[in-house]
T-cell receptor, first 114, second 113 residues
């Protein structure tokens, strides 16, 4: 079965640079969630989109922005990167309308900021 | 969102049954209980979900008492590959436009040979 795809899987950036993470949800899933997991920490919700509209916002820094496109894929844009942004970034998708409520997670993007 | 409390860690041996209990005293009427498993550097994986009584799938069983203030995830005959962090989450599953997951303090299960 198709799963959530995230790219790139690994990313190394310098401080103050920008990064773009991409997420391709499971086909027919219309809801996308972004989570950040720092070393030794639990995943923390950042932001979510339902039918291309932002639906919820969590602890996402103002330096980050995200959007969901017409094909339902989503991108997380991160600017002015800081050392503390080094983390695993997970995308999850869900079929919001008429489907199950289960969120399916992607393999994650490991971002390292030097 | 209902707050959950789980043991920080548990040890077990291969072949044993493992039961992880989660407390959620302020669970709301519309809330479901969901368990996720996470291996190091991998995304959380859905294990099981339930509302009341007992739910069983090919991986685990979930026991929920009548008052729903706690739940127990039961893993039969664990193997070394079940070593992971297990998260109990409680939330309303009928909100199509939201329903973010709040992960807090999972249980780190270590299965020994």
């Amino acid at each position: 079965a198709a799963g959530v795809i995230q790219s790139p899987r690994h990313l190394i950036k310098e401080k103050r640079e920008t990064a773009t993470l991409k997420c391709y949800p499971i086909p027919r899933h219309d809801t996308v969630y972004w989570y950040q997991q720092g070393p030794g920490q639990d995943p923390q919700f950042l932001i979510s989109f339902y039918e291309k509209m932002q639906s919820d916002k969590g602890s996402i820094p103002d330096r980050f922005s995200a959007q969901q496109f017409s094909d339902y894929h989503s991108e997380l844009n991160m600017s002015s990167l800081e050392l503390g942004d080094s983390a695993l970034y997970f995308c999850a998708s869900r079929q919001g309308a008429g489907g199950t409520d289960t969120q399916y997670f992607g393999p994650g993007t490991r971002l390292t900021v030097l | 969102l209902a707050k959950t409390t789980q043991p920080i860690s548990m040890d077990s041996y291969e072949g044993q049954e493992v039961n992880i209990t989660c407390s959620h005293n302020n669970i709301a009427t519309n809330d479901y209980i969901t368990w996720y498993q996470q291996f190091p550097s991998q995304g959380p994986r859905f294990i099981i979900q339930g509302y009341k009584t007992k739910v069983t799938n090919e991986v685990a069983s979930l026991f929920i008492p009548a008052d729903r203030k706690s739940s127990t995830l039961s893993l039969p005959r664990v193997s070394l590959s079940d070593t992971a962090v297990y998260y109990c989450l409680v939330g309303d599953n009928y909100n199509n436009a939201g329903n973010m997951l709040t992960f807090g303090g999972g249980t780190r299960l270590m299965v020994k040979p």
